[in-house]
């Protein structure tokens, strides 16, 4: 199958086929993309963004962080969900973990931004925002579809610099405008919501086919059950009713659910019938 890491629920999404193998997966992607592997490397990319960080066995105190300060600690490359293993702590409470890295704690607007490259040049942005409201640091829900043009400089340089000559869909997660992390692929759980025409758009492009961007996604929210979820049947039917499509969660560690909705009322409503907690519709402020 040329679309290589879709999950079994998600194929029906996958239509045309792209004639060479185009990764779904950071494990594919990694593994089919050897000159761009290095962005999967988080402690690179915030050190090339200005950010202080460093391995974890370098204390943050030699840095001139005060050891009462909050940083992030996080695997340097993880393939297996970027956002595994990934907590804040005190400074001075950073252990000497192998293979992980702290980096300052960065403040602000959460985001996530598909961008369709044509030779290491971004022609078509879809710009995802996180809710304020969090799960142990993962945002509750997601907006997809939102206006946010004064990312856009920022992504079209990084693109520039770290990705030329690459065709096909890459990704960047950004918070208060400083990059996270970077993806040789989509934010996969956002395509409902992107529009019929982007995904011919991104099989001409990864064929080299004639290829021209698709129109601005259609937007919607993907909102995420964290915990346990009671997915009866008359809660499932009631969720149909009111235009939410549930899908069950068995891939993600302490998620039971994900929902998909183009109204965010609708889904908080689905949100407390099978959590039995409350959304806080925050506008990703």
Known sequence: MPFIGVLPERKHLFQPEPQRDVAVSDAAAWRLNPRYRLIYDKLRLALDAGLTAAPCGVAPMDLGVAPDEDVFVKPIINLAGMGLDARSMRAGDVPAEPGSFWCQRLSGLHTSTDCLVQEGVVRWFAHTRASAEKDAARPIYWEIGASLPELEPWIHDWVGCHLSGYNGLCNIELIGGQPIEAHLRGSNGFFDFYGPDFLP????????????????????????????????????????????????????????????CHDLEAGAQVYAWLSGGTLKGDGGA
């Open 201 to 260: 758009a991104w099989v001409a492009l990864a064929d080299g086919a004639p290829f021209t961007p698709p129109s601005a996604p259609e937007g919607g929210f993907v909102i995420s059950v964290f915990g346990k979820a009671d997915l009866s049947k008359a809660n499932l039917k009631a969720a149909d009713a009111a235009g939410v499509q549930v899908q069950p969660d068995n891939a993600t560690p302490g998620r039971a659910a994900i929902l998909r």
